[in-house]
């Protein structure tokens, strides 16, 4: 029951709103500048690590049919193939994380008149901020997980454009902290206490090693 | 005579050419993937700088019009405001960094055939080179200028959005950082010593600066 009516609510809110990712750039960061929470830092988050994918797919695809890195041609077509997939997932973690914030918003509308609905209403509350903390918790992994191919492009890719992989290992680390900014100011709502314990250590090892593989790809950039 | 030629090459590759900024995100991130270099980590300096610019303006409408608020409502509406401007330019930024790449590779195709062609040609690609280092040298400044806003709604604005802030907070890093790569790759090839040596100190002033501001900022983030 819980689930369908947040289901309905969350129809009526965006059944008919235009994919944040359709949207032209400027409308995008028009709608983020506005008064209305969604696209939050979440969103900016998603759309950060898509694009550092994107960069990272450039340099690769300048580096592939190049006679210099003809040895190098194989390994890139091939992160090319896993980073354009990345970026399709990620540009719809953009929607993602905007919907999990309305569900939460939804479920706190949900009536509260019997005791009943009252327990309904908390539990769907809670269950609508596990997963507004878990949607960002996936995003700073993919975004985390794009500092391999990152690495390998600094270091075997097209030089002419070792900088484009620079900028890209700086947007994917801002969209690991970012995200995971949205996970714990969710989790400081959640009574589940094995949950916040589990995904607070996720969060802390994260951010720690993030840090390092930043400093690391950058020292690899040579100009 | 070389700046007229300059500007046909130029008006011939992107007068028919959409801006970046009306692009849907999507074929925004689609044309960055590509094998052709623009947009390339310039321009997303210049994206990622107009994002930091709209979150933070978020956090400021987002407090405007809040009782608890009600003493800092001016500050936010005035902040808002040259949040709005900067945003709007640094959108524009997106396409004049690539523009500015486009007109070092159309001076690179001017003819040289004869002494004179080779000369005024050298010439071309030492100022179009200028231009390409100047262009994100400006978007570095523009964003490291945000940083004075972000800190203040980080610490003023509506708590219930302070990540926003730390998100805008290492969105405007990143912009800072980034922008300044495509500052240092564009030195390299510039000739003018008393140009280099000017631009590499106000280059090294703002890195140190930004990863200070930065960490100092969201030092202030209480979760």
Known sequence: MKK????????????????LGNMS?????????????VPGGGS??????ATAAAL????????IG???????????????????????ELIRDIDKDADSYDQVMQAFKLPKETEEEIDERKNAIQEATKKAALVPLEVAKKAFGLMEAIEMIVVKG??????????????ARTAVLSALYNVKINLGSI??????????GEVTELETKIEVIEKQILSKVQL
Do not use: H, W
């Open 56 to 63: 990272t797919e450039m340099v690769a695809n300048l580096t």
């Open 158 to 171: 097209n030089q002419n454009a070792v900088t484009d992989g620079a900028v890209a290992a700086m947007m």
């Open 25 to 37: 750039v400027t409308d995008f960061l028009e709608k983020t500048a506005s008064n209305d929470p």
């Open 4 to 19: 369908e009516l947040l289901a309905d609510y969350f129809n009526e809110k965006r059944g008919g709103i235009e994919m």
């Open 66 to 88: 190049k006679k210099k890195y003809v040895e190098m041609e194989e390994e890139m077509k091939e992160v090319a193939k896993t980073l354009l997939a990345a970026r399709e």
């Open 44 to 49: 900016i988050a998603a759309l950060s690590a």
């Open 191 to 200: 009574k589940d206490a094995a949950f916040v314990e589990k995904v607070s």
